[in-house]
């Protein structure tokens, strides 16, 4: 993880970690937030822009942060543009902690941005039937010029009737 101080933003105070947040760089990211001053930061904005991975040692250093803001009487807010962060938000309750912010100005105005919309798996393409009781779609078809046999209660695998 490295780091990069952008210009102040009014009354808020940014961090921009870069690169990997896991267990090797939550110490320097628990630095990083907690900032020189010995006192909390009460408006403190995390750009999460230039993370290329987070896991949740680097949620827990967020939270503690978050925890220290919102008892000097302020906030912490993340911008992010990365689905996996907000996927991982998602997955461990979070979201509503911590929403997304599109910029580090709408995250000092307090302006949150959507949602970022994750596509499902593709769907199998072309039609999909039932033979035989097996389902046949494009991702699994039955041998060419007949259907599956179905497997009867004492079949193994590899053996001669």
């Given at each position: ?129 039932y033979t035989n ?29």
């Open positions: 993880m490295s780091t990069r101080t952008p210009k102040p933003q009014g009354n808020c105070r940014t961090v921009r970690p870069t690169g990997e947040l896991d267990l090797s760089t939550a110490p320097a990211l628990r630095d990083l937030l907690r900032g020189n001053d010995a006192a909390p930061e009460a408006r403190l904005i995390a750009d999460l822009t230039a993370v290329t991975f987070m896991d949740t040692s680097a949620l827990t250093e967020l939270e503690t942060a978050h925890c220290r803001s919102e008892a000097a009487g302020g906030w912490l807010r993340l911008v992010y543009h990365q689905p996996a962060i907000g996927r991982l938000l998602r997955l461990t309750g979070l979201t509503r902690r911590f929403p997304r912010y599109a910029t580090t100005q709408d995250a000092c105005a307090n302006r949150p941005a959507q949602a970022i919309t994750v596509r499902p798996a593709a769907a199998p393409a072309g039609p999909v039937a009781g097996h389902l046949l779609s494009a991702w699994t078809r039955a041998p060419a010029g007949r259907p599956p046999r179905p497997r009867a209660a004492g079949d193994r695998q590899g053996e001669r009737p």
